[in-house]
């Protein structure tokens, strides 16, 4: 099993970059049928969704815009954090079809927060598109998650846009904790 170390923490690989980029292929076909005629607009969530809107969006063949947000809520691995203020968000999104592009869905407060602050700006639909989803850490029913890469078990994940301590983004392959 292939191992490596990100500060004290030991990880193994889970998903390798292979296997990511033919899931967001299909990914892409999926987007591209559902908006066909549309003008989506893409809404990455910074940091960690850099490289999953890099590679989504060049499976994406219909005209759309691209754009990013930002909000701060983890420090380590811990899940206790609060959400904090929504940066970068546009705000001229009126009749715009907003497509959220997520590296992952944990307890789900993070998007359940941007759905609620985006959906008071009257957009014409909203759906998210997240790489990751841990369905046994979700603690909010979020009903426009249209778009999912994985299903994962509730285990801390790094690497592909997802850091620990902040480091880890840059590794091509996701890598799971050996232990909590
Ligand atoms: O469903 P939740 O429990 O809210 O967790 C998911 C959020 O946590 C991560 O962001 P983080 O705050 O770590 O910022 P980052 O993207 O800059 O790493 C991830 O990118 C999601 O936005
Ligand atoms: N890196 C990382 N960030 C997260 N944010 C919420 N869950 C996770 C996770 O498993 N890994």
Do not use: W
Request: hydrophobic share 40%.
């Amino acid at each position: 099993m292939h191992k490596i170390q990100v500060e004290d923490k030991e990880f193994e690989i889970f998903l390798d970059n292979d296997i990511i980029n033919k899931r967001i292929r299909l990914m892409g076909i999926q987007l591209n049928v559902d908006y066909e005629d549309k003008c989506p607009l893409f809404v990455g969530v910074l940091n960690g969704s850099f490289l999953f809107m890099a590679d989504l969006i060049k499976e994406v063949n219909i005209p759309c815009e691209i754009t990013f947000m930002r909000v701060a809520s983890y420090e380590g691995t811990s899940s206790s954090g609060q959400v904090k203020e929504l940066i970068g968000l546009p705000t001229n999104i009126e009749g715009r079809d907003i497509i959220i592009v997520e590296d992952i869905v944990d307890t789900g407060l993070t998007l359940t927060h941007i759905l609620k602050t985006i959906k008071e700006k009257n957009p014409a639909s909203v759906k998210v598109a997240s790489l990751l989803l841990k369905p046994a850490a979700l603690k909010y029913d979020i009903d426009d998650l249209e778009y999912i890469g994985f299903e994962i078990p509730n285990e801390f994940v790094v690497g592909y846009g997802l850091d620990y301590n902040g480091l880890g983004r840059n590794l091509i392959d996701i890598y799971r904790a050996t232990e909590a």
